[in-house]
């Protein structure tokens, strides 16, 4: 059983499409990030998000925490090929200083 | 822009061998980490470092890993014995705030086993 489950797993749009990509535990989180992972790097954090209720903005990325703090979701607005990834949800889980990850959505945009 | 640096990039190793995977973490990060990803699946944790001891590690650490900070500025990972299993992509994260899940990764280092 995964702790974070993300859905889709894969989506592939045209340029110029919305999408929205979500994050769903059963558990609360103290906060939830979302990475960018290329093939063949590492993840790299987009954002994080702390407040239930909270959205944040990075340019066309909108990203929003779930009011209970157990799902996050990320909405992109006119999708271009550059944003070609897998977008990974994140959050720290037990103690000892440990992030666990979800398995991703792998999203493809065709120009 | 400070980042972390991982050697080597790539390391071919036989069954059996023992391998070491270096870690160069941003300068004033306290919290290290290890995770592994095996080819097209997720990302996995391994062991998370603080203070010059191991905070917590998974179920895939097992005895035949192990980590250090031989110095002020190095992180390794050691496995003793390489399985063909441990074939996978290693990424070395360095964090100011371990609570935060704010996790800063290198470029990875690419193991094959064979």
């Known amino acids: 059983t995964q702790l974070l489950e993300q859905s889709p797993q894969f989506l592939s749009i045209q340029e110029g499409e919305n999408l929205t990509v979500y994050c769903n535990s059963s558990?609360?989180?103290?906060?939830l990030q979302w990475y960018r992972q290329e093939p063949g790097e590492g993840p790299v954090l987009l954002v994080t998000?702390?407040?239930?209720?909270e959205v944040k903005k990075l340019k066309r990325l909108t990203f929003q925490f779930g009011d209970a703090r157990k799902d996050s979701s990320l909405h992109i607005t006119a999708a271009q090929p550059g944003d070609t990834g897998l977008y990974l949800c994140?959050?720290?889980?037990?103690?000892?200083?440990?992030?666990?990850f979800g398995a991703g959505t792998r999203l493809f945009v065709k120009a | 822009e400070p980042e972390v640096t991982q050697t080597p990039s790539h390391q071919v190793t036989q069954m059996g061998q023992e391998v070491i995977l270096r870690c160069v973490p941003i300068?004033?990060?306290?919290?290290f980490y290890w995770y592994r990803q095996i080819l097209g699946q997720k990302v996995e944790f391994l062991v998370s470092?603080?203070?010059?001891?191991?905070?917590?590690k998974s179920e895939i650490f097992d005895d035949q890993f192990s980590v250090e900070r031989p110095d002020g500025s190095n992180f390794t990972l050691k496995i003793r014995s390489t399985k063909l299993e441990d074939s996978a992509m290693y990424f070395c994260?360095?964090?100011?705030?371990?609570?935060?899940?704010?996790?800063?990764f290198g470029e990875g280092s690419r193991l094959t086993v064979l």
């Open positions: 994140a959050g720290p889980h037990g103690g000892g200083f440990k992030t666990i």
């Open positions: 300068s004033n990060h306290l919290y």
């Open positions: 470092f603080y203070n010059n001891e191991i905070s917590e």
């Open positions: 994260a360095s964090s100011s705030d371990g609570f935060s899940g704010e996790l800063f």
């Open positions: 558990s609360v989180f103290s906060s």
């Open positions: 998000v702390v407040t239930g209720g």
